[in-house]
């Protein structure tokens, strides 16, 4: 079959999946889909954190405090503001990527542990600053989100609002996918590996650093709005240290230089202690545990064992093949 044909066919096959799959989602109890919705939130921020740690080697420990931004930009707007949702969540989006292109300036002379301990602090000074906003920012209390509509159309359900977090996470997946393939995604693999060879093949380093910390927080403020759309509260609780670390274990697991393993890692440490949730410092042990599991026997992660097993798998089938031909 030729190739366009099975890319025809394997859209079709999607796109039936997809529908039967949203079919029963709808008639799913809310927490179900409560928890697709904060895995697929989560999965949006894990997905930068991909690009930016695992693909381009730009240690970061402030996730959490660029996904405040987007979040808080997006309350703020809306209550203070009256702006709706949409315009609001843009804004919430475009200053995380503001501030991590001007995060991005450090990065441009450290690297390793001193760029992770930058980060860090970073995000941990934005979140007491926002805790610090008094009525503006709802400080220590929390703010909370007005309801969610655009266009008429009110993301009052859970099925609702897991329809407002699919399409933004579908097409973040998309166009990650090609920034990992394409010539970017090349250009930081080289520039992870060997710096100074880079600068010999004549790769503009400090822009390449520059566009990913863009791209990653941009995608964190994404991440941010969609979950204050989500929560329809937050506070500087959901922004913690140990916040930014999740996400970190959670690209670490799924797999640092791939974009599925971002999400099957998001997946992962965000149902893990949803099944755990009476058990607190259970779900925090078995996050351990997997995670030195990772460390030791699959450093690249579940993605990265996965497909080594089907590689494997297809190399055995291909040479049982060849052996049953006659000479």
């Avoid at 703020?76 to 709706?84: D, K, N, Y």
């Avoid at 941990?124 to 503006?136: E, M, N, P």
């Amino acid at each position: 079959m030729p190739a366009s044909r099975r890319k025809i066919f394997g859209v079709i096959a999607l796109a039936a999946f997809g529908a039967v799959a949203l079919y029963f989602l709808q008639k799913s109890n809310s927490y179900f889909l409560y928890v697709i919705n904060l895995t697929l939130v989560n999965a949006i921020a894990a997905i930068g954190l991909v690009l930016l740690s695992g693909i381009a080697g730009q240690i970061s420990l402030g996730t959490a405090g660029l996904v405040a931004v987007g979040a808080y930009s997006t309350g703020v707007l809306m209550t203070q503001l009256g702006i709706g949702f949409l315009p609001a969540a843009v804004c919430g989006a475009l200053a995380a990527a503001i501030i991590g292109t001007a995060l991005a300036a450090p990065a441009l002379r450290l690297s390793g542990l001193h760029l992770a301990i930058v980060t860090l602090a970073f995000g941990i000074v934005i979140v007491q600053f926002i805790g610090k906003g008094g009525k503006l920012t709802g400080g220590m209390s929390g703010l909370f989100i007005p309801a969610v509509s655009i266009f008429g159309w009110h993301a009052d359900t859970e099925f609702k609002r897991l329809l407002l977090i699919l399409g933004p996470f579908i097409v973040i997946t998309y166009a990650s996918l090609n920034f990992a393939r394409l010539k970017p995604g090349r250009a930081l693999h080289i520039l992870r590996d060997r710096e100074i060879i880079a600068r010999t093949l004549g790769i503009n380093t400090s822009f390449y650093k520059i566009l990913t910390f863009a791209y990653s927080a941009l995608l964190c403020g994404v991440s941010g709005a969609l979950l204050a759309a989500l929560k329809g509260y937050v506070s500087v609780d959901d922004f913690s240290l140990w916040n930014s670390l999740y996400f970190f274990v959670m690209i670490v697991i799924g797999g640092m230089t791939s974009v599925l393993g971002g999400i099957v890692g998001a997946a992962i440490v965000t149902i893990l202690p949803e099944l755990l949730r009476g058990l607190q410092e259970s779900a925090q042990a078995a996050l351990g545990i997997v995670t030195l599991l990772i460390f030791l026997f699959m450093p690249g992660g579940v993605v990265t064992l996965v497909r080594r097993t089907y590689q494997a798998t297809s190399a055995t089938r291909l040479s049982s093949s060849r052996e049953g031909l006659p000479d």
